[in-house]
């Protein structure tokens, strides 16, 4: 057992730089394409509760095809795919940003949509009523309510989109099981390295779910 903890110790101080840089990446991914995804979510959302159908339409098959499909798929699609058709070539951490991005907007559009349609609709009717246009009385009046409640589960999506974020490894990403699988590659110590590795995971997610309940309890979001 001493000797077990050795290895870890020698392993883990010899790869902390690399590890370290790792994680950083795994974090930019992760925002990045979170801050996205939430901007697609967004308009995904109002096409859901739209009164034209022609935009429920777009909506509902964006959502069916992006949830009915491994996110691993949609990477390759986009990393390969796009440059193949010589549309675009991405370079790996953009094509990774894209694709998470695009994958965590089919969820979160359902969960903005959710969150609008929980606010009392006598709100919307009151501020119309006071002269406040649609699109005021959503931002004012509607949005900062829906987002609130969607805090919670947001945060769920962050983490979720933390974790898939290793999937970027199998385009040339630098992020942490990337860097993982190469470092168990030169060492031959795959049980250890992945380990630690994991270790890095967990750290980041206790570290974020902290700041997200420190973030709900700020904006005393109703659980």
Do not use: C
């Amino acid at each position: 057992m001493k000797r077990k903890m050795d290895v870890l110790l020698e392993i883990f101080q010899t790869t902390f730089v690399g590890f370290s840089k790792a994680a950083w990446q795994t974090i930019q991914l992760t925002f990045w394409s979170l801050l996205l995804g939430i901007g697609i979510g967004i308009i995904f959302a109002f096409f859901k509760i739209s009164k034209y159908k022609v935009l429920h339409i777009i909506a509902d098959i964006y959502i069916t095809f992006i949830r009915g499909t491994p996110l691993i798929v949609q990477i390759f699609i986009i990393y390969f795919g796009l440059a193949q058709m010589n549309i675009v070539t991405l370079e790996d951490f953009t094509a990774g940003v894209l694709a998470l991005a695009i994958h965590a907007g089919a969820y979160i559009a359902e969960i903005f949509r959710g969150s609008i349609q929980s606010i009392d609709k006598g709100q919307m009717e009151a501020a119309q009523s006071l002269g406040m246009t649609y699109p005021l009385a959503m931002r004012r009046i509607i949005l900062p309510q829906a987002f609130r409640r969607s805090i919670p589960a947001l945060g769920n999506q962050f983490i979720i989109g933390l974790k898939d974020s290793s999937l970027v490894a199998f385009i040339g990403g630098k992020e942490l099981w990337a860097t993982a699988m190469t470092t168990a590659a030169d060492n031959f110590r795959q049980f250890e390295t992945f380990f630690i590795n994991g270790l890095y995971y967990l750290v980041l997610v206790i570290i974020f779910t902290y700041l997200l309940k420190i973030l709900e309890k700020k904006l005393d979001v109703e659980q």
